[in-house]
């Protein structure tokens, strides 16, 4: 899209105080054309005056809108009109003088801005046929001459807001199928014949340990949304030991090895997210199981380390060599081929994130491996 032409004189007239607008789009494109940064961004860069009318725009508008942007098309309309939004049309006022514009991100943020405040929202388009657009819009207020203007940037996250849709809708019925197998799983083994039992159990520990893994994946899912929620309790953590023992144990990674409790480890009274904490730790088990051959041993503990603070560690036998060592907390990183990598790297986010505690480990010929995750024993507060 070429550079924004002036305005003919026949189209200005038809628009409020066009003459007005003409010299606005003069000086903001050849001011900010000696800037060619803005045409070379991604994301659509809008100026808008005192009136929130579009001033001067870059060449990705175009690009999202699907046409060649002709400017006689473009200069003077407000944001809304340029999306198509429905409710522009509703009022003789056009755009931002319905109703519905009250509760509307893009009004807001332009508004802030405008006010001499920077502003970030989101803000959701309806557009005629049933169709959405969802924006997100940067507002940085800026003077041209000496008058205010609005520095928008606008980003296009409709496909974003689809799949975050479409993974809630994922989650919540796979992990409803999943649970329902499980369930039946678990009454097959009262009702099935001795003989049979123990495949009933096999069923029974393999949809536990799919629903456990959908759980997580839902969590690092949300993690990475920004939408995960801490929901903290006062938990026993001789008793969280004691549920690691038994769930790992029974899961594919545990047969034929041993999880065992170190005879020091000790009880007290621990706020965290039980949820969270479960998950830190069994990751933390899941791998020292993984490296262990059979009959192996891994052994967790629970020790007070400093006042207001308690260490779980996980202990095996075997070595990590100094490479893997040196990225074991990197995201993507695995030893166990391509597209994994969330293990070490979830437990270390997950605990300085959502527990605000951390995690570190040891590796040597003599010692073996040890994982140690570190909280306090009260979440800290705003007020504290």
Same mark, same amino acid.
């Given at each position: 899209?070429?550079?924004?032409?002036?305005?003919?004189?026949?189209?200005?007239?038809?628009?409020?105080?066009?003459?007005?607008?003409?010299?606005?789009?003069?000086?903001?494109?050849?001011?900010?054309?000696?800037?060619?940064?803005?045409?070379?961004?991604?994301?659509?860069?809008?100026?808008?005056?005192?009136?929130?009318?579009?001033?001067?725009?870059?060449?990705?508008?175009?690009?999202?809108?699907?046409?060649?942007?002709?400017?006689?098309?473009?200069?003077?309309?407000?944001?809304?009109?340029?999306?198509?939004?429905?409710?522009?049309?509703?009022?003789?006022?056009?755009?931002?003088?319905?109703?519905?514009?009250?509760?509307?991100?893009?009004?807001?943020?332009?508004?802030?801005?405008?006010?001499?405040?920077?502003?970030?929202?989101?803000?959701?388009?309806?557009?005629?046929?049933?169709? @959405?657009?969802?924006?997100?819009?940067?507002?940085?207020?800026?003077?041209?001459?000496?008058?205010?203007?609005?520095?928008?940037?606008?980003?296009?996250?409709?496909?974003? =807001?689809?799949?975050?849709?479409?993974?809630?809708?994922?989650?919540?019925?796979?992990?409803?199928? @999943?649970?329902?197998?499980?369930?039946?799983?678990?009454?097959?083994?009262?009702?099935?014949?001795?003989? @049979?039992?123990?495949?009933?159990?096999?069923?029974?520990?393999?949809?536990?340990?799919?629903?456990?893994?959908?759980?997580?994946?839902?969590?690092?899912?949300?993690?990475?949304?920004?939408?995960?929620?801490?929901?903290?309790?006062?938990?026993?953590?001789?008793?969280?030991?004691?549920?690691?023992?038994?769930?790992?144990?029974?899961?594919?990674?545990?047969?034929? =090895?041993?999880?065992?409790?170190?005879?020091?480890?000790?009880?007290?009274?621990?706020?965290?997210?039980?949820?969270?904490?479960?998950?830190?730790?069994?990751?933390?088990?899941?791998?020292?199981?993984?490296?262990?051959?059979?009959?192996?041993?891994?052994?967790?503990?629970?020790?007070?380390?400093?006042?207001? =603070?308690?260490?779980?560690?996980?202990?095996?036998?075997?070595?990590?060599? =100094?490479?893997?060592?040196?990225?074991?907390?990197?995201?993507?990183?695995?030893?166990?081929?391509?597209?994994?990598?969330?293990?070490?790297?979830?437990?270390?986010?997950?605990?300085?994130?959502?527990?605000?505690?951390?995690?570190?480990?040891?590796?040597?010929?003599?010692?073996?491996?040890?994982?140690?995750?570190?909280?306090?024993?009260?979440?800290?507060?705003?007020?504290?």
């Amino acid at each position: 899209m070429n550079d924004p032409k002036p305005l003919t004189v026949h189209v200005l007239r038809q628009r409020e105080k066009g003459h007005r607008l003409w010299e606005q789009n003069q000086l903001a494109s050849r001011i900010l054309r000696e800037n060619p940064i803005l045409d070379r961004l991604p994301t659509i860069v809008v100026v808008l005056n005192d009136m929130r009318q579009i001033v001067y725009y870059n060449r990705s508008l175009g690009q999202l809108l699907g046409t060649e942007l002709q400017p006689e098309k473009v200069l003077g309309l407000r944001v809304g009109e340029l999306m198509g939004c429905v409710y522009s049309t509703q009022s003789e006022r056009g755009c931002e003088s319905t109703e519905f514009c009250r509760m509307c991100g893009a009004v807001d943020t332009i508004l802030t801005g405008l006010a001499g405040t920077e502003s970030t929202k989101e803000c959701s388009v309806s557009r005629p046929g049933g169709d @959405a657009l969802d924006m997100k819009l940067w507002a940085m207020p800026i003077t041209i001459g000496d008058e205010p203007y609005v520095l928008l940037n606008i980003m296009d996250i409709s496909l974003e =807001k689809r799949r975050q849709v479409m993974e809630r809708i994922f989650f919540h019925d796979i992990l409803n199928t @999943a649970g329902s197998i499980r369930g039946i799983a678990e009454i097959l083994q009262e009702m099935v014949p001795e003989d @049979a039992r123990h495949i009933a159990e096999i069923l029974f520990d393999s949809a536990s340990h799919l629903v456990d893994e959908i759980s997580w994946q839902k969590i690092l899912v949300q993690v990475e949304n920004g939408q995960l929620q801490g929901n903290y309790s006062h938990l026993l953590t001789s008793t969280i030991l004691e549920d690691l023992v038994q769930m790992h144990s029974n899961a594919p990674h545990g047969r034929n =090895k041993v999880v065992a409790i170190a005879p020091t480890a000790v009880g007290v009274i621990l706020e965290s997210d039980p949820t969270i904490l479960r998950r830190v730790l069994g990751n933390m088990v899941k791998n020292a199981l993984e490296a262990v051959p059979e009959q192996g041993v891994v052994t967790l503990d629970c020790q007070l380390v400093a006042e207001g =603070k308690v260490c779980f560690s996980v202990h095996n036998p075997t070595v990590i060599d =100094k490479d893997t060592q040196l990225q074991i907390f990197r995201r993507s990183f695995s030893t166990k081929g391509a597209g994994r990598g969330w293990g070490t790297y979830s437990i270390k986010l997950l605990s300085q994130r959502y527990l605000f505690g951390d995690v570190d480990f040891t590796s040597c010929e003599k010692e073996g491996t040890t994982f140690r995750a570190t909280f306090p024993l009260q979440i800290p507060r705003e007020d504290d």
